[in-house]
């Protein structure tokens, strides 16, 4: 079945250091890729979407590229703040099933 | 205001109870989730319902019944709680199939 691989965390930075969380998928026909972030004691937010290969999503500094061709949606920022220590969830969305699978989540700590 | 809803925000109880768990979203969305979140943070679809219609059921045991009286609400009723039903429940809701979700606080429930 369709599937999500993340990086393992926790991911420990300095501010403004160069994000990188990888993400991977398996799936049959053609998902929609997310990635969504939840801060502590909190819902998970939305952070970004593609929904085609090579759609760029971004939101708030952060970008993802759906590449076909690897299976891949890895998240980038160029200089994280302290204000970005979350977790972060990528998932696809199956166009026949309507589900969400999630990846185990990868938490990110940024220190000053 | 708030789109997704979730009440209570924390739930703790013993084993054997019976409790349930309300999501109101204002959205106007047509399709409603659960989803449930591990100890780990694996988060992984439980029901799913479009316009009051049971859409998707993962393999949930049957102590777990969904009950949407309107397209607005989609309720949690749980019977015969467990040890291992201790989690966080996320609601969430789309407008139409396969789009994006937004996703409630989440209800903390700690069964003893």
């Known amino acids: 079945g369709d599937s999500v691989t993340q990086m393992e965390g926790p991911v420990t930075l300095s501010e403004e250091a160069f994000l990188t969380i990888n993400c991977t998928y398996t799936?049959?026909?053609?998902?929609?890729l997310f990635w969504y972030v939840q801060y502590p004691g909190e819902g998970l937010q939305l952070l970004l979407k593609?929904?085609?290969?090579?759609d760029k999503g971004s939101n708030k500094g952060f970008e993802a590229t759906y590449r076909k061709e690897t299976t891949s949606f890895h998240l980038e920022k160029g200089s994280v703040q302290v204000s970005d220590s979350a977790v972060y969830f990528c998932?696809?969305?199956?166009?026949?099933?309507?589900?969400?699978?999630f990846g185990t989540g990868t938490r990110l700590q940024v220190f000053p | 205001d708030t789109a997704v809803s979730q009440t209570p925000k924390y739930l703790v109880t013993q084993m054997g109870n019976d409790k349930s768990i309300k999501c109101e979203q204002n959205?106007?969305?047509?399709?409603m989730y659960w989803y449930k979140q591990d100890s780990k943070k694996f988060l992984k679809i439980m029901f799913s319902?479009?316009?009051?219609?049971?859409?998707i059921n993962e393999t949930v045991p049957n102590r777990f019944s969904p009950k949407s009286p309107d397209k607005a609400h989609l309720n949690l009723h749980i019977n015969s709680l467990e040890l291992g039903d201790s989690a966080v429940y996320f609601c969430?809701?789309?407008?139409?199939?396969?789009?994006?979700?937004?996703f409630g606080p989440g209800t903390r429930l700690t069964v003893l």
């Open positions: 959205l106007g969305h047509d399709t």
């Open positions: 799936a049959t026909g053609y998902p929609s």
């Open positions: 998932a696809l969305s199956d166009r026949d099933t309507d589900k969400l699978i």
């Open positions: 969430a809701s789309s407008q139409m199939i396969r789009r994006e979700q937004f």
């Open positions: 593609a929904t085609k290969a090579d």
């Open positions: 319902y479009n316009n009051k219609e049971l859409i």
